[in-house]
């Protein structure tokens, strides 16, 4: 039996259609959001640095990760990115990338998770990067996911992204906690004012 032939079945024996109910749910709201929302980022693994947007953000990652030898971003204010994943043929081009650098959109205090729309050819340079960089606008942080997942919007191009919480981890194996087991071993929120 085919797919579409299955729903008429179960459309057809239908007798009674309800509609969804309404729920309002306000979801948890913070006296201080930024704060909490910083505590959450450390929480989860996360180095939270606080910069200006007119500083020199080039020198700030350079600075955060002195010893990376190869950066990969397509942020219009990263020039020291050597690698572009809107430029490269594929994504294993981003493959031995030692810091991407990306643009978050909504940042949530109640768990510390960013919100990273894909606005490159190549989104595996969220997951691909031994460290990522994520800036985020300090007005751009809200309380709980009911408001995040009110806002959040998505380049038509690509139809994707993801929520980042701090470095990938796992303790799967033997229970020891092992740090960039699935994406980068290391997360750096920089805020922007």
């Excluded at 942020?75 to 990115?81: Q, V």
């Excluded at 960089?133 to 997942?149: E, G, K, L, S």
């Excluded at 990938?168 to 020891?176: L, P």
Aim: hydrophobic share 40%; charged share 20%; net charge negative.
């Amino acid at each position: 039996m085919k797919k579409e032939e299955l729903f008429e079945k179960l459309r057809s024996n239908t007798l009674r259609q309800y509609d969804m109910p309404q729920i309002n749910v306000k979801g948890i709201q913070y006296e201080d959001t930024y704060n909490q929302f910083k505590s959450m980022c450390q929480q989860m693994g996360a180095n939270v640095v606080e910069s200006s947007k007119t500083d020199d953000l080039d020198q700030l990652v350079h600075n955060l990760y002195p010893h990376a030898q190869t950066f990969a971003s397509n942020l219009p204010f990263i020039h020291l990115a050597t690698k572009n994943p809107d430029t490269v043929k594929d994504a294993a081009e981003l493959n031995g990338t030692d810091v991407g650098i990306v643009m978050g959109q909504i940042g949530v205090a109640e768990n510390g998770c960013i919100w990273i729309p894909q606005t490159m050819k190549e989104k595996a340079v969220m997951f691909i990067s031994e460290y990522l960089v994520i800036f985020i606008d300090r007005q751009a942080i809200v309380d709980n996911m009911h408001q995040a997942y009110g806002l959040i919007t998505m380049d038509p191009r690509y139809n994707f992204g993801t929520f980042i919480s701090g470095p990938s981890k796992t303790a799967d194996i033997e229970q020891a906690l092992v740090m960039g087991a699935q994406a980068a071993r290391g997360v750096t929120v920089v805020i922007l004012e």
